[in-house]
């Protein structure tokens, strides 16, 4: 049993004592000992070193305040108890915190790799086509449709692909790493973003064409699909990849794995935002098209930094392409913009 101790305490059912234990007359239980919820101490108590109260209720004295250097806040539930009751520092409340999920192992050799995969299997995957039929090597001849369709899909699809296993093998998956997880504020912010990035691209876009002149004012993409004609599931299809595919590709690269490449060394956000941004509009290798589309971009880094997730920049992105994409899918069918 207990031996001698405070006058009237009584400690609670069903704890014993460590063997030998026999406090002398007027000591506390031994260290490490746990109150019950509930559980008042007797008069005069003072706490063991070690003890932690427990956050739900424990019984403090009247009146009790926190010493300067003492931890806080207070958890939920803690009340006042005994005249005379005073917890030391060391032995006050800890309110539980969640762990902050583990730090990936990936940086910029990931965002890297991805890079290398799409402009690789960009100049790769058109191999078969040509060796299939030479005359498509010849300057001035375009892609079967099927061709560019592929051209267009499999490089972005594929390096998406190499960030997401990437985050998987390296780190916590893409939910965490690349901060895809989806909240309907993600919805707010994206279609705010979205429409007022297009708003802005379509002030700008004017006047970049006066800058740059008319001949060079299309698209690498558009001067791809320049004079080819598809059937409508074909153009369908393109309609789709511009519109939906390429955007959630692209965002897992540069606001996903680029963006947590600087997140992890922890520069600071508005340069991660200048940096993500840059990065994004001069890897489409068009340089009279980058001023534009550092407008373009801009608004999708917002997104991303306004949001702290993935998915609200997807969106903003996905809107800003669905013109572009829906012109691009009738033309293919051959249907004039000036008639559509």
């Known amino acids: 049993m207990w031996g001698a101790q405070a006058t009237g305490y009584q400690p609670p059912p069903g704890y014993l004592p460590p063997p030998g234990y026999a406090p002398p007359p007027g000591q506390l239980p031994p260290p490490g000992y746990q109150a019950l919820s509930g559980h008042l101490p007797p008069p005069g108590y003072h706490a063991p070193p070690g003890y932690q109260a427990p956050p739900v209720g424990h019984f403090g004295p009247p009146g009790f305040q926190p010493q300067p250097g003492q931890p806080g806040p207070w958890p939920a539930g803690w009340q006042l108890g005994p005249a005379g009751w005073q917890p030391v520092p060391a ?3 800890q309110v539980a915190t969640e ?8 940086g910029f050799g990931a965002f890297l790799l991805a890079e290398a995969v799409f402009l690789i299997t960009s100049f790769l995957i058109v191999v078969p086509f040509v060796m299939a039929d030479p005359r498509l090597s010849e300057p001035g001849v375009p892609l079967t449709p099927v061709a560019l369709l592929v051209s267009l899909a499999i490089p972005t699809m594929l390096a998406a692909l190499v960030a997401i296993v990437t985050t998987r093998i390296r780190g916590n998956g893409p939910i965490i790493d690349l901060r895809l997880r989806f909240g309907w504020r993600d919805v707010g912010i994206g279609v705010a973003c979205g429409f007022g990035g297009l ?3 379509l002030v700008l876009a004017p006047i970049w064409v006066r800058w740059v002149g008319d001949e060079n004012a299309d698209s690498a993409v558009g001067a791809l699909l320049d004079g080819v004609r598809m059937n ?4 369908v299809l393109v309609f789709l990849t511009i519109w939906l595919v390429a955007p959630l590709c692209e965002e897992i690269l540069y606001r ?3 963006w947590g490449a600087m997140e992890r060394r922890r520069w600071n956000r508005w340069l991660i935002l200048g940096i993500t941004t840059v990065v994004f509009a001069f890897a489409h290798f068009e340089l009279l098209r980058a001023p534009l589309l550092l407008a373009i971009g801009l608004p999708m880094g917002l997104a991303r930094m306004l949001s702290g997730r993935l998915p609200a920049s ?9 013109l572009p994409a829906l012109g691009l899918m009738l033309l293919l069918l051959g249907v004039p913009l000036t008639e559509a």
């Open 91 to 93: 032995q006050l409340p």
């Open 99 to 106: 762990p902050p999920p583990p730090e990936h192992k990936w």
């Open 199 to 201: 708003a802005l691209t």
């Open 232 to 235: 409508p599931l074909l153009a």
């Open 256 to 258: 996903g794995l680029l």
């Open 314 to 322: 997807i969106i903003a992105h996905q809107i800003n392409n669905f």
